[in-house]
């Protein structure tokens, strides 16, 4: 990392330019990643990525350019083309810096770049041998363990000079069942702002085994979904999809200065029925979204996204907040030093609502419950998504029956928020990876189990 008096230096020969603000933001991250198949180790990759990412704002423009070559000469050749594109000058104005320290909210105990290579394949190990146990019909597994440790520094010309250190870890298990004629494959992955000790106290890999092997034999036994318009109870966890990617975009700065968002300028007006409250909190201890501060060296902070069906603030990030004429809100995120930080989401979910989750399928004659969801795709700028529920049942008379396999849940982020008409109490987060333009960062999505009265659902069955 560079000294205080490189950076303060850089800093000030960048704002010899027609430049109000600059940052320099450094980089040092280690990868490891273990891959098995059944219990044979595949693969061990480590990586290590370092570099330097240097922004000039000229009142709501910015120029960005990166680097992995750290020397001084580089560094001051890279700021000269910033300085030149944005118009250069002889003199302006000198910056000193002032280190702010950050608490570290997010401390681990078992530092997986410590402990023997041994110990930790021997986690995916007992991840496969428990999934294989659950059923013979279980015939494959394919696992992974990433860990990550992120060290920081961002300086800008204002004077601020923040370091913070990020460390992740996430095991993966895929289990493949089969009847012979057919195979599934069921998966859990969880992850968390924390060591080993993770998977030693919290989500041993023996239950992220038996997880991933029960849910591919329940899609081996599944059915061909139906279709129609219908009432839909998307469970807690992973449900949280849904809200993260038809809703959460679209509260982003990135979308809402440039009003290429469905709710652009609906702050304080009624967005959701007045059961939804949201949140995107970066400060939840050791989250897997979670950081001290954010990429641009700012506080992480709760943001009240929506407050009883009000459209209350959105994700703000700084260069987005100058077109906004708002601060930022400690939403800007990237991925590397690679990428201009924009604003994004950290651990992002709908909190907690009165309701019991075994009353929301009262009353449904023919519905789906949708236990868990996979992939899809969102238009950021309308809201509108087609989802697939990895996992799903059929509602049948107020009761869950036959599982079923091809639902696809369609509609827009606009119109689920007005239709979700219960939201139970048994929040659950899950972690996932978002990508946007800075490119791919680790976030949180959940909620409770919420009931939307009615929702284009696409099946598959002949009907």
Same mark, same amino acid.
């Given at each position: ?78 700021? @000269?083309?910033? +300085?030149?594109?944005? *118009?250069?000058? $002889?003199? =302006?104005?000198?910056?000193? &810096? %002032?280190?702010?320290?950050? /608490? ?74 089969? @009847?012979?004629? +057919?195979?599934?494959? *069921?998966?859990? $992955?969880? =992850?968390?702002?924390?060591? &080993? %000790?993770?998977?030693?106290? /919290? ?92 990429? %641009? ?167």
């Amino acid at each position: 990392m560079l000294k205080k008096n490189q950076l303060e230096n850089l800093l000030s020969y960048a704002m010899k330019s027609e430049a109000d603000f600059a940052e320099i933001f450094e980089e040092d991250t280690d990868h490891e990643g273990i891959s098995m198949l059944n219990e044979d180790v595949e693969d061990i990759n480590r990586s290590v990525v370092a570099g330097a990412g240097i922004r000039l704002y000229k009142n709501q423009e910015s120029v960005y350019a990166y680097t992995n070559d750290l020397s001084e000469d580089s560094l001051y050749a890279l700021i @000269d083309d910033l +300085r030149e594109a944005l *118009g250069a000058k $002889s003199d =302006g104005p000198a910056v000193h &810096l %002032e280190e702010v320290v950050i /608490e570290n909210a997010h401390p681990i105990e078992i530092d997986p770049f410590s402990t023997p290579l041994e110990e930790k394949v021997d986690l995916i190990v007992r991840a496969s041998k428990s999934a294989k146990e659950v059923d013979e019909k279980i015939v494959k597994t394919q696992g992974s363990l990433a860990s990550t440790r992120q060290y920081v520094q961002i300086a800008n010309s204002n004077g601020r000079l923040v370091r913070d250190v990020r460390r992740r870890s996430r095991l993966v298990l895929h289990a493949f069942a089969s @009847d012979g004629t +057919r195979m599934k494959n *069921g998966q859990d $992955s969880p =992850g968390a702002s924390k060591g &080993l %000790e993770y998977f030693m106290k /919290e989500r041993t890999p023996e239950s992220i085994g038996k997880e991933a092997a029960r849910l591919a034999l329940v899609l081996l036994d599944a059915k061909p979904a139906p279709s129609g318009s219908m009432p839909v109870i998307i469970d807690n966890g992973f449900g949280g999809v849904i809200f993260h990617e038809a809703c959460g975009h679209s509260l982003e700065a990135t979308g809402v200065a440039k009003n290429q968002s469905v709710f652009a300028g609906k702050k304080g007006q009624k967005i959701a029925n007045e059961k939804v409250s949201a949140v995107d909190d970066g400060t939840i201890a050791n989250a897997w979204g979670s950081q001290n501060v954010d990429d %641009e060296g700012n506080p992480q902070r709760l943001r009240v996204l929506i407050k009883d069906g009000i459209l209350n603030e959105y994700m703000v990030d700084q260069l987005n907040g100058r077109r906004m004429k708002e601060a930022s809100s400690g939403s800007g995120r990237r991925q590397s030093y690679k990428y201009e930080p924009t604003s994004r989401m950290s651990n992002t979910f709908i909190l907690p609502g009165k309701d019991k989750k075994e009353d929301m399928f009262k009353g449904i004659k023919r519905g789906l419950y949708a236990k868990r969801m996979g992939g899809g795709s969102v238009n950021p700028n309308t809201g509108e998504f087609n989802f697939g529920v990895l996992e799903g049942y059929l509602i049948e008379d107020g009761k869950i029956t036959d599982p079923v396999e091809g639902a696809m849940l369609i509609g827009s982020g606009a119109e689920i928020l007005q239709k979700i008409d219960m939201v139970a109490d048994n929040l659950e987060r899950a972690q996932g990876m978002c990508g946007s333009i800075s490119g791919s960062i680790p976030t949180d999505v959940g909620q409770p189990a919420i009931r939307v009265s009615s929702i284009t659902v696409g099946g598959t069955a002949n009907e």
